[in-house]
């Protein structure tokens, strides 16, 4: 029996030599009429209106939507949910380049590349930091959240993580839950935020969470822009209530050239490119690999197992 696919995202000649293989048929956005709405089982990507005009139309089979990105904010989750429709997200896929940048983030305020880049004499700083001078909170316990911690430990960092409810994790010295982090803060000098985009999480990062701080090191967003209010987070470092910050994240994106983020002289801005690979230079690039290891339990009927998003919770 062929099963349909709407291929939204790249694939590569041999991987959709390796799909025909097993009965799929393949369809892109421009072959894609309206008469194949109904056919169509599963969506590698998201194009949000094709998505509705399959999800509208009566009778419809999808039942599984892979997405390109570890966040999906932007999915209406609770029509999926109603619809009895999977979704997969990408969550891991760019855990290693992800932890790289946040790497590199800290060691360029850790190391004083900071101060050094803007000189043109001779000046000595002596205020630098090790990895393992600077105990590090990560607020996200997922694959993200692990490969970076794996990496700070490589280099003698103490790690702790936060969660939903202070289960262990993979590569963490402690673990506290998301209503109960704030013992955490007094242990760290440098914050982590891979947070997912949720009701739960929006400006999770405000002025009530700053103020808590005295002297921090460092805040880093790789998370999602709407975890952290940028006014309070400007205001923090003007109150030196954390000393140096990293957004590879904002609300909105592309940021407006006038945000005052710009021109924060203790504030590095990326532009939502932390997991971004010279041999992967788009964000489905290697999806297959994740999408592949659930497409045996697909044909057979059995649950789908690898990053499975939890409709209701978001993430």
Sequence with gaps: MAHTILALADLTPEQTKSLSERDFIILSPIDIQEKDYA???????????????????????????????????????????????????????????????????????????????KQQSWQTMLDQYSIAELPTLIFGTGQI???????????????????????????????????????????????????????????????????QLDQAFLYINVGRGTTTDASALLSALDQHQVRHAALDVTTPEPLPADSPLWNHPQLLLTQHT???????????????????QNISNYLTGRPLTINVVNLAKGY
């Design 145 to 211: 959240g692990q490969e970076i911690a794996r990496q700070l430990k490589a280099l003698g960092g103490t790690v702790y993580g936060v969660n939903s409810t202070g289960h262990p994790a993979n590569n963490f010295d402690k673990t506290f839950a998301l209503n109960n982090y704030q013992d955490a803060l007094n242990q760290v000098q440098t914050i982590v935020n891979v947070l997912p985009s949720t009701n739960e999480t929006e400006a999770f990062f405000n002025q009530a969470f700053f103020a």
């Design 39 to 117: 056919s169509i089982e599963i969506m590698y990507g998201w194009e949000p209106i094709l998505g509705q005009k399959i999800l509208s139309t009566p009778n419809h089979k999808l039942q599984w939507i892979q997405s390109i990105s570890a966040g999906v904010d932007y999915f209406p989750l609770k029509q999926l949910k109603d619809a009895n429709v999977i979704l997969t997200n990408a969550s891991g896929l760019k855990s290693v380049p992800i932890a790289q940048s946040v790497l590199g983030y800290i060691l360029y305020f850790a190391r004083g590349l900071d101060y050094y880049s």
């Design 274 to 292: 932390s997991w971004v690979e010279h041999n992967a230079q788009t964000p489905a690039s290697n999806l297959f690999d994740i999408f592949e």
